[in-house]
């Protein structure tokens, strides 16, 4: 029985985490509607559930952030927001823990249908590299 376990657990698929950045075109005024939070609210308590869903937010407008850049040299300059140069900008994000690349589209398309067809927007999902690595 032991050995059964064992091989059970060397046959699963070690999990990855991927960040799906949600961007929006912060211009177009749109926020989501009661459906569309409905929609999320539920997607979010499935994929927290079956555990496959580690964080999610959405973001403030940029016009309540702030942009920070470090120049050669160790100069620091902060430039307070909103950015007149930026049209897309990433309007939440979700973090999901899977076996797959192929999972993880699943999951941020589910995301992307959960708003409905009234919105034009983009999720970019990328791996996360594993605690201690650095790209």
């Known amino acids: 029985m032991v050995a059964a376990i064992a091989d059970a657990i060397q046959l699963e698929k070690p999990k990855m985490r991927f960040l799906s950045m949600i961007r929006v075109d912060e211009s177009s005024g749109q926020k989501p509607s009661a459906q569309v939070l409905e929609n999320m609210g539920r997607l979010m308590d499935e994929m927290t559930k079956a555990g496959v869903l580690i964080d999610t937010a959405g973001l403030a407008p940029t016009s309540e952030g702030v942009r920070m850049h470090l120049a050669k040299g160790g100069r620091i300059s902060v430039?307070?927001?909103?950015?007149?140069?930026?049209?897309?900008?990433?309007?939440?994000?979700?973090?999901?823990?899977?076996?797959?690349?192929?999972?993880?589209?699943?999951?941020?398309?589910?995301?992307?249908?959960?708003?409905?067809?009234?919105?034009?927007?983009?999720?970019?999902?990328?791996?996360m590299m594993p605690p201690g690595e650095c790209g």
């Open 79 to 127: 430039t307070d927001g909103p950015f007149a140069e930026t049209k897309e900008v990433i309007g939440g994000y979700a973090i999901f823990e899977v076996a797959s690349k192929e999972e993880a589209i699943a999951l941020t398309r589910r995301f992307l249908e959960a708003h409905g067809a009234d919105w034009n927007i983009e999720c970019e999902l990328r791996p």
